[in-house]
C-alpha cells in the first residue's frame, strides 16, 4: 500500500498570505490528523477527520481550518500567515476505531512565514 | 501542551549498547504508542502498548507501560548507528479524544559507530 502522500513538500510564503496543505491518507484509512511541529512548542495537534467530519480539535486559532473530502484526502488552511506559523505541518492517517489505532505519518510539509 | 516529559532529553552511545528512553504523563490513556523521527521528516510508527497491556515486543524494540507509576519505557537493545533518530512517546487519552495523539518532548537519540 502506498504511504501516507503530503503536498507541497515545502513552501515559502509571505506574512499576511494564506495557504492549503493537502494529505491523501493511506487506502481505507478514514480518520485524517493534523499536528504542527516547531522547535519551541513540540509536536502539537491541530485536528482530526473522520467520515468528512471533524472530531477533535486543538488549541489554534480560528485561522486554522480544515475540510475532509469523500474519498478521505484531506486540506488544511491557514489564513493570515504569521511569522509564527514557520512550522512542519505532518498529517497522520488511521483506520478511525476512536484511538485504538496505530497512525501512519506522511513526510510533511515544510512552511516558512517571511 | 504537551502530554508529559520524555528523559533523558538526550542520550549518546556506542554501537551495540543499549538505550532506554522514559516517558511519563498525566491523565489516564487509552494507549501510548512511541514513534521515531528522522532529521525533520515524518513520524515512523514503532509499538503501540494498550493501557491493558504491561510489555510489548517487536524486533529489538521492548516497550514498558506502568499505568499506576504513569509511565513507560523504551529499550531499543544491540543498537546500531541507524538508530540515530528523535524517539516520541505519544498518548491517546480516551474514545471521546478520538485518534487525537499527544507528544511528549521526545528524546534525542545518538548512535556512535
Known amino acids: 500500500k502506498a504511504g501516507v502522500t503530503q503536498t507541497p513538500r515545502y513552501l515559502i510564503k509571505t506574512r499576511g498570505q494564506q495557504v492549503t496543505l493537502s494529505c491523501s491518507p493511506i487506502?481505507?484509512?478514514?480518520?485524517v490528523s493534523w499536528y504542527q511541529q516547531t522547535p519551541g512548542q513540540g509536536l502539537q495537534f491541530l485536528f482530526e477527520y473522520f467520515s468528512e467530519t471533524q472530531r477533535n480539535k486543538g488549541n489554534f486559532p480560528g485561522r486554522f481550518s480544515g475540510r475532509q473530502f469523500s474519498n478521505s484526502r484531506s486540506e488544511m488552511n491557514v489564513s493570515t500567515l504569521e511569522l509564527g506559523d514557520s512550522a512542519l505541518y505532518l498529517c497522520a492517517s488511521s483506520l478511525g476505531g476512536l484511538g485504538k489505532y496505530e497512525q501512519y505519518f506522511g513526510p510533511g510539509t515544510r512552511l516558512t512565514v517571511t | 501542551s504537551q502530554q508529559g516529559e520524555e528523559d533523558p532529553q538526550a542520550l549518546s552511545i556506542q554501537e551495540g549498547e543499549n538505550a532506554t528512553m522514559n516517558c511519563s504523563y498525566k491523565t489516564s490513556i487509552n494507549n501510548l504508542q512511541w514513534y521515531r523521527q528522522n532529521s525533520g521528516r515524518g513520524l515512523v510508527h514503532l509499538i503501540l502498548i494498550r493501557s491493558n497491556e504491561r510489555e510489548k515486543h517487536s524486533g529489538r524494540l521492548r516497550v514498558t507501560l506502568d499505568t499506576s507509576k504513569k509511565s513507560s519505557s523504551l529499550l531499543i537493545t544491540a543498537s546500531r548507528a541507524a538508530d540515530t533518530a528523535s524517539y516520541f512517546c505519544?498518548?491517546?487519552?480516551?474514545?471521546?479524544?478520538?485518534?487525537?495523539?499527544?507528544f511528549g518532548e521526545g528524546t534525542q537519540l545518538t548512535v556512535n559507530p
Open positions: 505519544a498518548t491517546v487519552a480516551g474514545e471521546t479524544s478520538g485518534s487525537r495523539l499527544t
Open positions: 487506502s481505507g484509512h478514514r480518520s
